[in-house]
């Protein structure tokens, strides 16, 4: 298992859903954060407690004025995402002063943004006083996922949905897409903040000839149809659909103008990038050997591999009487102030992004 999936679920919920509006009104406002043991390597789960519950205090009176989504609805789909947080960006987050700053760190892309340049962007999207939520076009990974069915009417009790109305759904974040007639997994959707998601979506044996529409909830109906059926038919289309963010109580709203069943199955989404380790190697050693009383010597390390960026200069020598003098870009300097012939090694640090 995950040695990041510390805190049961379980307890994670109880943990948000315990800080209900009426807990919260009780604070003044987000105050100091309290410090938890460790300030690096993985949090314990005492230690994600008490940074969910912190999370929970400073921003869940932001996310209901602002965004207009209950606290109790963002907690309860945030849980599975504080859960396997990265225990770092989860510690950046807590420092950051704007919530878009806050969600960018948990989502592993905080590094791109300060809280100033967010502040300022907010400002500049700013019309009528509504705040603009981002752009679909910014730095944004897809995630390809094994085709797998979030929506089926045909087995809900709901049954199909009625004509000219709508019909709410979720696509990622839940533990379980049976509620919607889908998958009694996750599907393997659980990111922290997807932008977007892509699906397949089917109309089943439409009442008349129409159309269907799929839309970010919370949003206004476009006018642009996604399917296009007549009567008694099975069409499918492929879609990519904006989510809202932040996470709200569904995640896309679909209109069918003839009543009709519908199936939807995920096949990938579009999320912030996630902070990624570096991976480092370092590469043989340049000896220079035998260098004599009172001699000095320089040793250049071998160059890192196509790919790789140098990250450090290692230099070293055999005697403590022997000091480095210079050390930059690969290249060692020394003089050796022994009474004996010493050694001088050099080799470099040479890191790059996993799969880059």
């Known amino acids: 298992m995950n040695s990041r999936v510390v805190l049961p679920l379980a307890l994670a919920s109880a943990i948000l859903l315990g800080l209900g509006a009426p807990a919260l009104a009780a604070q003044p406002g987000p105050g100091p954060l309290q410090p938890v043991a460790a300030d690096t390597g993985e949090l314990s789960p005492a230690e994600r407690g008490e940074l969910t519950r912190q999370l929970v205090l400073k921003w869940g009176h932001y996310v209901e004025r602002v965004h207009g989504v209950p606290l109790a609805t ?54 009528d006083g509504t705040l603009t939520l981002g752009a679909l076009g910014n730095d944004l990974v897809y995630t390809p996922v094994a085709p797998c069915r979030i929506l089926d009417t045909r087995n809900v009790a709901a049954g199909a949905i009625a004509a000219n109305s709508t019909r709410n759904f979720v696509a990622f974040g839940v533990s379980s897409f049976a509620s919607q007639g889908g998958s009694a997994t996750n599907c393997g959707v659980n990111p922290l903040s997807a932008t977007a998601v892509a699906i397949n979506l089917t109309a089943v044996n439409p009442g008349a000839a129409g159309y269907a529409t799929a839309y970010p909830f919370g949003s206004p109906q476009p006018l642009a149809a996604s399917i296009n059926y007549a009567a008694g038919t ?73 790919g790789y960026t140098q990250t450090a200069t290692n230099c070293e020598t055999s005697s403590w009487l022997m000091p480095i003098v210079f050390s930059n870009a690969g290249t060692c300097s020394a003089r050796n102030n022994d009474a004996s012939p010493q050694d001088l090694r050099a080799s470099r640090t040479c890191c790059r992004v996993p799969g880059r």
């Open 74 to 127: 963002w907690a309860e789909r945030m849980v599975p995402n504080l859960v396997v947080a990265d225990s770092d960006n989860f510690r950046n987050a807590l420092q950051r002063d704007t919530f878009e700053g806050t969600m960018a760190e948990l989502g592993g892309g905080g590094q791109l943004l300060s809280d100033e340049q967010v502040i300022e962007q907010l400002a500049a999207g700013r019309e």
């Open 234 to 306: 099975i069409v499918n289309n492929a879609l990519i659909v904006q989510t809202p963010n932040p996470i709200s109580s569904f995640d896309f709203t679909l209109y069918t103008f003839a009543q009709a069943h519908y199936v939807a199955d995920i096949v990938g989404y579009f999320a912030p990038p996630v902070a990624t380790a570096l991976q480092c190697v370092e590469t043989t050693k340049t000896i220079v050997a035998d260098i004599g009383p009172g001699g000095t010597a320089n040793a250049n390390a071998p160059a890192c591999a196509a």
